[in-house]
């Protein structure tokens, strides 16, 4: 019994170490529901903080359902204050907000920017287009509300045509990163020219007036813009891809000895903003790629107008080259 007894507290002791030695599992095994809680609290948070920013458009410019984009109790002063927590939200490491998913120790601390957006109590209308294209995608999908509604958010934003060259690139990379969605084909959806038009049609009149337009060529091309940026930000359809198959092509290849030799030089295009690589629809970065694989000794870069060219307005992403930005602002790209 002795020894019997010897070998029981050695195998209690054995047991005890190794519980002490195994790092910590918690969160690792959160439960699937509470795991697609906090992902929809996640992209909640955004489609409160979008909305916030739309309800200060439609009172500035005086367009758009007041019964939709409607601020209820709260000011301006309180809307501004969830536009800039979304900012923050969206700033987060997304190695601190995946973490927090999984329910394992983070740095994330929600009570900062994520409470804050979701204690709001700004409500949406269900006629609101970010509702109204949630529930067509349920509709045309077997798929549940978070990866509908992840996208449905980045119609929203999208939809106002003016924050897509900045805070929708900030929720591109905040979705991605959790793992979501972020357009159509990652749903099973069709996304030629003529399927998207035909979405616009179907959703035309389902939602309340915007402080945007919500015609069938706006939602046309906003899908157009979602899915070109998705391929391009999950690398499917992105420069390094286009530029190979260009490279393949006969025409471009007799032109790979000129490339190299060319001489050291920087190269700065001065134009429209359909030249820089952040465009939906762009070419620019498509030819430096090409051009960088040839001759990385070229460095190719541009200017380009920043919605208001009256003002000389121009962006600059030449790197190096700031003392031309004089001729540039001088430029007149209506003078003939």
């Known amino acids: ?60 410019s005086a367009k758009g ?12 002063a309180t809307l501004e204050t969830l536009v800039a927590h979304q ?3 969206l700033k987060t490491p997304i190695s601190d907000l995946v973490s927090w998913v999984n329910g394992q120790l983070s740095n994330f601390d929600p009570r900062q920017n994520l409470e804050p957006l979701l204690s709001s109590g700004l409500k949406l209308s269900p006629s609101t287009p970010v509702n109204v294209f949630d ?15 992840a996208i449905a958010s980045l119609y929203q934003t999208v939809l ?75 690398h499917v359809r992105d420069e390094k891809v286009l530029a190979a198959e260009l490279l393949s092509e006969r025409e471009v290849k007799s032109l790979a000895p000129r490339l190299r030799a060319l001489p050291p030089q920087k190269i700065a295009v001065i134009g429209h903003s359909f ?26 870069c541009g200017w380009w107008s920043n919605r208001d060219t009256s003002k000389g307005s121009f962006v600059s992403e030449c790197a190096g080259l700031e003392a031309g930005q004089g001729i540039a ?3 007149d790209p209506d003078r003939r």
């Open 160 to 234: 106002e045509v003016e924050r897509d060259g900045d805070l929708l690139q900030d929720q591109f990379a905040f979705y991605i990163g959790l793992g979501l969605p972020v357009y159509l084909k990652q749903l099973g959806l069709p996304g030629r020219d003529s399927d998207l038009l035909l979405s616009g049609q179907q959703l035309v009149g389902r939602s309340c007036a915007a402080p945007f337009e919500t015609g069938a060529a706006e939602w046309q091309i906003a899908g157009r813009k979602i899915w070109n940026w998705g391929e391009k930000n999950l």
């Open 275 to 300: 030249i820089v690589a952040l465009q939906f629809c762009a070419n620019r970065d498509r030819c430096f790629s090409t051009n960088e694989s040839r001759s990385p000794v070229q460095t190719i």
């Open 87 to 89: 900012a923050k939200l």
């Open 329 to 331: 602002r001088c430029h």
């Open 1 to 60: 019994m002795s020894n019997n007894w010897k070998m029981a507290k050695l195998v209690v002791l054995v047991l005890s170490l190794s519980l002490l030695c195994t790092p910590s599992s918690f969160g690792q095994n959160t439960k699937p529901k509470e795991r697609d809680a906090r992902l929809l609290q996640l992209i909640e948070a955004n489609v409160i903080g979008t909305h916030a920013f739309q309800i200060l458009l439609a009172k500035k």
């Open 65 to 76: 359902d007041s019964s939709c984009f409607s601020a209820g109790r709260l000011s301006d």
């Open 135 to 149: 529930a067509y995608l349920r509709q045309q999908t077997h798929f549940g509300p978070i990866k509908t509604r």
